[in-house]
Every structure is written in C-alpha cells, then in structure tokens.
C-alpha cells in the first residue's frame, strides 16, 4: 500500500508543528535568559539570540545559600526516590505474582493514596512535625517526599513486574535459585528500565515541591531550590532575565535526567512487552 | 519548661552579679555582662528595614556588650502573617520580631507576645504615645515602637525637567496637571501607580475622614460603603489614569522601585527607602530622585496618609527573654533609634530625635504628612482582613475596571465581614 | 517512561497474557509463599503499608481531627484545642462559595482531562506513524514539555503571556489580532483558566502520548493483518484492532489524569493566585486560602476533607471496576 505524497507529508508536517509547540516554551526560557535585557524587554521578540550573555545566570546564582540549597534539593529528591523505589518494589511484586488475602484491599488503599490533596494537609503535617521537634530538618522532607511518590511508584512497578513472563522466574528456580535469589539474578535486571522511567516521576515531584517545605523550614540553610526559585520571581518581578535564568538552572538536571532516561526506559518498556 | 526557668534564673543571676561593672554604650538599664555568651539571638527583621551600617554597628555593639551572638534573619512581606504564627508556635521560635503595626494587635491577642511593659520604665519611658497606640493591648505593652514612615511622592527631576514643569505641586489638582503635562510633552510614563497599592489608598481614606469598619453592635463590619470611601477611590482612580502599570497588582509585583530605575516614569508613591532600591537597580537614576510630600486639597493640607510602622516583639516561648530584652535596650536607645532614623529616612518613636531628620529630604518630604497620618483599624480582627487575597485590593481593582464603589463594595462586604469575625 | 499506570490493564501486560499459550492461571508465586509457611507477600507489603499509615494515614486522621476544631492563630500558638463540633462544616457546605468551586472544578477537570486525552491519543498515534527521525524530534519536544518542573513552567508561562513584551501577545498582534497586543491574560476569568489550561494541557499530553505510543508498538502485526483481509480502512483498523488493544490503558491513563488535574496547585497558584477575584480557585486553592492563607486552619481541615471525598466519588466508578477486574486475575 504505497501513500500519497500528501499522506506521507502530513504526519511529518504536523509533527513538525507540535514540536514547535512543545518545545518553546523550553527554549524560550533558555533564550531569555541568555539574551541582554535590551533584547528582552523589546516591542520585536529577538527569537534567536545573537548576542549572548551569562549575567542573568550570574545574578541568579548570586543569592545566599545558592549552593546549600541546591545540595538540599538533591539529597532530599535522591533519598526520597530512592526509598520509594526499594519500598516500592517489594511490594509491587507482592501484589504482581502472589495471590493473599486482602489483595485487593492493599490494591484499592494504594490507589486511594495517589489521591491525597498534599499542599492541603501542610497545616496537619506541621503540627505533627512541630510536635516531634523535627522542624528545620531534612528527616521529615525526605520521608514526606516519598510517601507523596510511593503509590504511584508501587502500582507502576507493579505493571513492570507483571511483564517479566513468569516462566523466567520459574525456569530459575528449577535451576535451584531460591525466590529471593531468582527475584535479585533475573527478574531486577528486566526491571531496570522500569525503576528508571518509574523514577522519573518520583524525581520531578520531589524536585518541585514548595507548600511543605514553606512551613516546615523556616531556617535558609534547610530550605530548597522551589522556594529560592518563587522568591527569585517576586523579588525581581519583571527582571524576566534573571528569573528565566532562575528557571533554566532549576529546571536544567530534571530536563537532563529526562532526556537521558526516557530513551533507555521506552526502548526497554517495548522490547520488554515484546520479548513476553 | 523547666530548661526555660534555669536558664532564666541563670540569666537573672548573671545580671546581679555583674550589673555593677556594666559598660557604658547604649542607653537603658544597661546590664553588660558575658553572660550570654554562646548564646545566638535571632532576630526577624522586614525586608528594608534594617540598613547595612545601622545592622553592622548595631551587631558589634549588641556582642561586645552581651557576648552573645547577634542574628538577623531578613523577612518577606508576602506570606509573613502564617510564618509568624507559626513561628511563635514553635519551641524554638525567633526571640525577636519585627511586626507591622496594623498587625500588632492580633499578635499580642493571640498570646505569643511576652509582656515587655517594664521597658516603659528604661527604654521606652518617653515613647510618642500616639506612635505606641498600636504596641498596647488592654493595658499591656506587647511590643516596642521601633521606626514609622509615611509615603511621599518619589519623583524623577530629568523627567520633570523635560516636561518644563519647574515647581513641585502644592494641591492634588496641581499635581494632576503636572502629570498631564509630563503625559503631553514627554514619552515617559507619568505616574507608574499600580491597581493595589493599597496602603496609598488607606491615606487617602484617612485624608477623606473614612473609616474602613465600623461597630455593628459588639462586632465589627465593612464600612466600604461609605460615601467618604468612595471619594476617596475616585481619587485614586484619577490617579491611577496616569499610569500603564497593571490594575490587579500591588506595588511589589513587579517591585515599583525597579519600574521607576529605569528611567522612563516620572514619579511614584512609596517610601522613601524604595529609593535606595532604584538606585541599586540602576546608579545612574540616583542623581535625579527627588522627594515631595503629597499634596491634599488644598496648599495648606497635605493629603491623608497611612503612617506604616513597624514594632520589635519577643516571642514569649523564646527561652532568651534577657538577652532579648538587652537587644532592645541597644537598638533602641538614642543611638541606634536615632542612627537608624537618620540612615533610613523613617520617624523615630520620640519626638527628641527626630532632630536626625534635618536635611534628610526623604523625611522633610514626609513629616509636614505625618501630622495627617493614620492607620488601619487598631482591632485584632484587623489583621485577617489584610490576609491574600485582601479584599480591599479586589475592592480597588473592581473599581478601576469599571465597577461603581458601592457595587464593589458590596461585591466585597460579605468577604470582609466574614474576616473580621472568624478571629479568636 | 512511566505509564505503567494501573499495569494489569495497561497495554504490554494483555500482550504478555495474549501471545502467551501457557494459561496465566495461579502464580507460580502463590503456592511458593504459602508453601514455606512464611506470609511473604505481607512481610513484602509491610514497608510499604507502615510508611502510608503513618505518614498519609497519620496527617489524615490529625487532618479530620483539626476540621472539627476551631483552629486559629490563638489555638495554633498556645497549642489549645477547641473542638466545635461540626461547625467548619456547616459553615462550608451552606456557602454558596463552596459550592460555586466545586462546580468549577469539576467542569475544569473534565476540559482538561478530555483536552488531555484526546489530545494525547492522536499525538500517540502520529508518533507511531512517523518515520524514526521526525519521530525522534516530536518525542524530544515532547519529553521537554513533560520534564518541566511545574514551578519553573508556571513562571515561563507568566513570561509568555506577560503583559507587556510577552511574545505571545506579540504573535497574536502579528498574525493581524491587533486588540491582543497589550492584552492582560490574567485579568479574567476565561483568560486566566485559558492559560492554566493550557499549561496543564502542554505538560500533561507528552504522558499520555508517549506511554500511548509505547503500548501501540506492542499490538501484535497480526491482529491489523486480519484486519485488513476484510477490508478495513485506518479508521476500521483503529476501531477495531488499535482501540480495543489500547482501551484498559486510556481508562487508566484517564483515571490517573483525573486525580492529577483536579488535584493540580502550582498550576494554578503560581500562575494567578486563584485571580482574578478568586474566579479561578479549584478546591485546592480554595482549601489553602480558607485554611493556611487565612489562618483559619479549623475551615481549612474540613474543606480538605471534603476535597478527598469528592475526589474519591469522582473516580470511584474507575475503582470499582478496578477491583472487579482484579477478583479474575492473578
């Protein structure tokens, strides 16, 4: 069945569209930031920068504790992601390969908690911290974190442990692997691509969170980069250099981890489904 | 509980022992001492309040003094209402706070302010009473009066100049005209005055002789329907027809300062402070910033204005309300009080020093002003009224996109209403 | 890629039950654990369950408890407790306000969700069309899209329709729609939600896209094959072969979006505080500016509640079909 050139234009055309329209705003934010000011606030957008500069980034770098609150982000988004995803992935092979009562409760209270309103609970979660002397910390962020990403985490993987075909795991272990050793030797490695896509999620939540962090840390030094990013905007409120400077630094490492992730995770979702 | 007694006990001995060898800088009760030392004091100041030499002297002083450590921790206005209450709640809160004085109120109703009446004895003997009506609640100083202003016009001489206009205006409609006029001759924007500046609009209900509530029995309730208050909005809408700046934002988003830097607006209302802002934005401007009072009705009446203040209270679960208390003595005595006075422009709380202010042009901009200036309502209920959204902003916008202000405050009444009585 | 959403139903797994001649029947898993006498799957779940109730289940519980409590600053700070019955909700539900939000947001959810997925669906499809260059691109443009953080993209969009010198005003002027030129998006109602939707519409279709895509390549050639022995054209093909397939992945997807929408804060916060004159606050927005904005946390609490609850009657049909499925599985 051979197309017309039209049918075989189309698709490329549109897409060549849609990726105009999902990718500006991106590269706008880049753009701005590294344009002068006279060619930001101009009456003709200057759409491709000729003349670059790096002092919006520099201004934007230049508040207090920049650099705490970038290594309190990434400690409480990695930690968080990372006990989500061990949590996680215990039990979503439970609830992929083994049949016990009460199944369906864990099933239906898992997915009941994806629905928790986070950023209307601050004021409960505070007094609870509060109460146990935890304010100011990155023990209560870290574990609220993972608890906001654990669900969606757990019935995700779940999905990805049902697709290892079972014969795999059975095959192991009439070569006398024990459950456990069958679960580490050939169903985790299968699962890779899935903690990493999985994680994603996980990652960008943890990344951006900003209610609780607002009320349970008062002290700069505990804070994190949403909060720096938000104050960056009032403070500067039409300095659209310096707060698009703000947003490509904040946004940069989760734009990077996506691009490099999402490759390894789609060609290892497909082939995955398609070896089953 | 108990950590907080022994350490208090502690403190009170340490005063004794060695009050006798005190040293001799600072006003007050004077109580110099090593005391403290190890100790960290945390202080919240607003954003603006506390300029870099003032902050500086004032820190040495305070450590060489009590050989504690001296912490300012720079605030933001947005949002400081829940992070206070918070704040006070906690067990270890800030020892001492900066706090608006149309937020004073509500604060000590709630408890979390410690009683500092006996600094009316030291400290505080000769405070303006007018400037410490807000710090006073039934009978007890909850806070200490720390520094008042009021808003002039800040204006751009280049601008001015090249619209011809040689004279700064002495009546509203003066002012009107020399706006017109820079609109006519010049590219410049002539007024850069946002939809919610809301504390402007508070003078000029003052100018007006309007109150914002009124007593409805033994509650409070809007009194936005006021003909007094509509007047008054009329005003700022004239006002507000001068300027391209957005009628749904407040003077801080984008910050007025940084539009007025630029160079392309003749004027704006605000403190006298916010110039410094400018000038940090863009050097250049600093040498066309002029400053003039804004004029009422007539030459002899300067328009009404809020007089903003701030206090310093102590958190009463701060477990250093010695050092806290020593930390006010020092950055309230005639040499802080009055070093703060002459850096930032701003009226001090007794009238003996307001002699820091000659020359200052900021504050000989807004003294003649002061006399005329007011407040919001000194009621606990107050302070939820001012919580975001602010229904007077609303209230404001409405009006400038085209609402009559008895159909906006209507539109508003229920929300204020409900406000004023959801406290306690 | 994460759409492994509700995974029984999503697409790869049907595939592994369909191409598989063994039947899925019970678990080797199953005998395994209640052979060793060990209760595996529960020592498996227990982490998980003992993080969810005390750290979502403990908030929750002192969330009910707070909205029956008259909760303001005074309380919050001298640590009292004021029970007041039911009264926050009382207050709540005989509020015409309320009610207004719980309409609005139930009617932006469902925009939004229908924009998503419907949106999502024929962008998937056009992925699975593209040749692998040009697929390559979209799929770039799409991951940038979806990879935004949600603070830093409310604050490009706030940038775009800015006003003053925001480019999209500037193209709207250019394309001949003089009157937009110095247009204030966030001065109304509908142009507000317009941005926000968009926003969400923007960041929420590579999702669906993608992980839609994703599940396409895994229909078996053969099922199109028989397909088109009768004849069918690509629209018979995609109602009967591609639709079919993909129908347990776009109701969970559907389900997943919806909790995500209705949910969605920053969006909306960020973007115009629930402005202009509070017209565009969802439940959410609603609950945090009764509750922490305006330190009347008791009100806060009992609006919170009834967020849950009504997010739970809106996707409670999802889970009881869920559930249903579930008794036939495994």
Known sequence: ?276 | MKRRLIAAIGVAGMVLTVAACGGDDGEGTGAGADGFKGQTLTVWAMDGSTPPNWTKDLTAAFEKKTGAKLKFETQKWEGIQQKITTALSESNPPDVIEVGNTQTPAYAATGGLADLSDLRKGVGKDWAENLNESAVYEGKQYAAPWYFANRVVIYNKKVWADAGIKETPKTRDEFFDALETIGKKTDAEPLYLPGQNWYFFDGLTIGQGADLVKKEGDKYVSNLGDPKVAKAMEIYKKYQSFSKAPKDKDEATPQQAEVFAKGNVGAFIGMGWEAGTAIAANKDIEKNIGYFTIPGETAGKPEGVFLGGSNFAVAAGSEKQELAKEFLNLALSDKFEGALAKENGVIPNKESLNSNLDGNEVAEAAAPAAAQGGTTPLIPEWAAVENTPNPIKTYMTAVLNGKSPAAAAKQVEAEINKRLAQQN | MSVQTERTDTAPAPVVRKTDPAPPGPAAGGPAGRRRGVPAPYLLLLPALLATVVLLGWPLVKNGLLSFQNLNPRQLILHLTEWNGVDNYTEVLGSSDFWKVVQRSVVFTAVNVALIMVLGTLVGLLLARLGKGMRLLLMLGLVLAWAMPVIAATTVYQWLFAQRFGVVNWILDALGWHAMADYNWFGSQLSTFSVITLLIVWQSVPFVAINLYAATTTIPKELYEAASLDGAGAWTGFTSVTFPFLRPFLWATTFLEVIWVFKAFPQIFAINAGGPDRLTETLPIYAFVEGPGNQHYGMGSAISFLTILILLGLTAYYLRTVLKQEEDEL
């Open chain 1, 1 to 276: 069945m051979k197309r017309s050139l039209i049918g075989r234009l189309w698709p490329n055309a549109t897409a060549a569209v849609l990726f105009v329209v999902f990718a500006f705003p991106v590269y706008w934010m880049f753009a701005t930031a590294l344009k002068p000011t006279g060619d930001i606030v101009t009456e003709d957008p200057v759409f491709f920068p000729t003349d670059v500069t790096f002092g919006h980034f520099a201004k934007a770098v230049d508040a207090d504790h920049f650099w705490t609150l970038v290594g309190n982000s990434l400690t409480v988004t990695i930690l968080a992601v990372l006990f989500a995803l061990v949590i996680a992935l215990l039990a979503s092979f439970a609830l992929a390969r083994m049949r016990f009562r009460g199944r369906r409760g864990f099933l239906l209270t898992f997915m009941i908690a994806q629905m928790a309103p986070w950023e209307v609970m601050v004021i409960a979660i505070y007094m609870i911290v509060r109460d146990a002397e935890m304010l100011d910390s990155l023990v209560p962020l870290t574990v609220f974190y993972m608890i906001m990403v654990l669900p969606f985490t757990i019935l995700t993987l779940r999905g990805y442990v049902a697709a290892v075909p079972k014969e795999l795991e059975e095959s192991a272990m009439v070569d006398g692997c024990t459950r456990g050793q069958a679960f580490v030797r050939v169903i985790f490695p299968l699962l890779a691509p899935g903690l990493m896509a999985t994680s994603l999620f996980g990652f960008i939540t943890a990344w951006n969170e900003f209610p609780l962090v607002l009320i349970l840390n008062k002290g700069v030094e505990k804070q994190t980069l949403p909060l720096w990013l938000s104050s960056f905007q009032t403070t500067f409120g039409d300095d659209w250099g310096a707060t698009m400077a703000a947003a490509s630094l904040f946004a940069l490492p989760i734009l990077v981890l996506f691009v490099f992730l999402q490759r390894k995770a789609v060609s290892g979702l497909t082939t995955g489904a398609v070896k089953g």
